[in-house]
């Protein structure tokens, strides 16, 4: 099955600065790479999402870059915000799948005033 | 309508108890989702009901019976679960189940359960 290794686990950035936040993922038929974002007692919402016929998809502040050959894609977030902070989760899944999503493990992204 | 709702929102309960958490929405979507969430971890999946039928149980112990009773309500009974059981239990939907295109999920807020 899919297997989605997330990076890194926490990050902090200070108010203006940038924030990535990398994944990779095992199954190349996987076709849909969405993000997520939790605010603390929330629940996840779709931030942006990519799909594999697609290099880079943009989104105001947030944007998506997608490498199939390396399986990896990423999330950058430009002119972070204090509401930015929340724990940013990546998920892949493969075409046909009906267990829909693998998740990675999240990214608790805090940033500072 | 463009949201998943579930009920309660908290609930707390014992080990000899019986539950139910509630799930509703009304995007026509036919893929429903019962989703375990600890804190600080990704949502796990338990179920995946695909036109009213289970499609996928991940080997969920029995305490947990989902139920689908309409293409809008999912439900999940809850007995004799155990302190390990506390956590978010999320519901979600989806237009269809492994669709090649665009399937996005969408949460519900969540059901939070504390054992005693």
């Known amino acids: 099955g899919e297997n989605v290794e997330q990076h890194p686990s926490t990050l902090s950035v200070q108010e203006g600065d940038s924030a990535v936040i990398k994944c990779t993922y095992s199954d190349s038929a996987s076709n849909y790479f969405p993000w997520y974002k939790q605010e603390l007692g929330k629940r996840p919402q779709l931030i942006i999402d990519i799909r594999s016929n697609v290099g880079e998809k943009k989104d105001q502040r947030i944007a998506v870059t997608l490498n199939k050959t390396a399986k990896h894609f990423s999330l950058h977030i430009t002119e972070t915000q204090p509401e930015d902070s929340a724990v940013y989760f990546c998920a892949a899944r493969p075409s046909g799948s009906a267990r829909q999503l693998t998740f990675g493990s999240g990214t608790q992204l805090t940033v500072l005033p | 309508d463009t949201e998943v709702t579930q009920t309660p929102k908290h609930l707390v309960m014992g080990m000899t108890n019986k539950k139910s958490l509630k799930c509703e929405q009304h995007?026509?979507?036919?893929?429903m989702y019962w989703y375990k969430q600890k804190a600080k971890k990704p949502p796990e999946l338990m179920f995946v009901?695909?036109?009213?039928?289970?499609?996928i149980n991940e080997s969920v112990p029995s305490r947990f019976s989902p139920e689908c009773p309409n293409s809008s309500l999912l439900n999940l009974h809850l007995h004799a679960l155990q302190p390990e059981d506390s956590a978010l239990y999320l519901c979600a939907s989806s237009q269809v189940v492994g669709a090649s295109g665009a399937n996005v999920l969408t949460f519900g807020a969540g059901s939070r359960l504390t054992v005693l």
């Open positions: 009901y695909s036109y009213e039928k289970l499609s």
């Open positions: 995007m026509g979507h036919r893929a």
